[in-house]
């Protein structure tokens, strides 16, 4: 099991989800996810259309409550000298404090988003569980694929897939609306969709203004 937001959203079965994209004009973009075994709302996810706030995106349960608020980080000197930007992602405990659980850092050029590569780390989106560990499993990961294409998996430091994004199959497979996401058994649900989250808005897509 890999509890990073809540054991909760760690099943002990391959899940499939459903991710669809709501539109900026009618409820300020985002999108909400669904089991697609029940068909039930799992997640929502909102960004600046909703929020009103560039570069802050919020992960709520299928009852609206927040899991994940993620902000891009802050600039500054160091920040504006880096080949990377960066993403944080924090969870709530009881009392509404805010808690660092992972990192995610993507290149400055989007030219170099399109492709997987472990030779360069500047050619690959990372992610990093947080706190960083000295013992165990490393917790990085990498997106391999291009999302736009809905082609793509979250991979850890092994090669293992945790996740894989994929278009819809039937009669929406043409639209890039409605995408599924493979999870895989034991893997944080809510992180997932954080990432997901991050990636959409990398793209400029439903959560970006």
């Known amino acids: 099991?890999?509890?990073?937001?809540?054991?909760?959203?760690?099943?002990?079965?391959?899940?499939?989800?459903?991710?669809r994209r709501r539109p900026h004009a009618v409820s300020g973009g985002g999108f909400v996810v669904t089991d697609c075994s029940s068909t039930r709302v799992v997640f929502r996810v909102d960004g600046c259309?909703?929020?009103?706030t560039s570069g802050e995106l919020v992960v709520?349960?299928?009852?609206?409550d927040a899991l994940l608020l993620i902000r891009r980080k802050a600039g500054g000197i160091v920040q504006a000298m880096s080949i990377h930007k960066k993403?944080?992602?924090?969870?709530?405990d009881y009392e509404g404090a805010q808690k660092l659980v992972f990192?995610?850092?993507?290149?400055?050029?989007?030219?170099?988003?399109?492709?997987?590569s472990r030779s360069s780390s500047s050619s690959a989106i990372k992610i990093s569980l947080e706190p960083r560990k000295t013992n165990g499993p490393d917790g990085i990961f990498h997106i391999k694929g291009h999302f736009p294409h809905r082609d793509c998996s979250i991979v850890d430091s092994g090669g293992n897939t945790i996740a894989q994004i994929q278009k819809e199959m039937g009669e929406l497979m043409a639209s890039k609306d409605v995408y599924r996401v493979i999870v895989k058994a034991g893997i944080d649900q809510a992180f997932v969709c954080g990432v997901i989250a991050v990636l959409d808005h990398i793209y400029g897509e439903s959560t970006a203004c």
């Open 103 to 116: 990192s995610i850092k993507e290149p400055h050029s989007s030219s170099s988003l399109s492709c997987f």
């Open 49 to 52: 259309g909703v929020l009103g």
């Open 1 to 19: 099991m890999m509890a990073i937001v809540s054991k909760v959203y760690c099943l002990p079965t391959e899940a499939a989800l459903a991710v």
């Open 60 to 64: 709520k349960d299928g009852d609206g």
């Open 87 to 92: 993403w944080k992602g924090y969870t709530y």
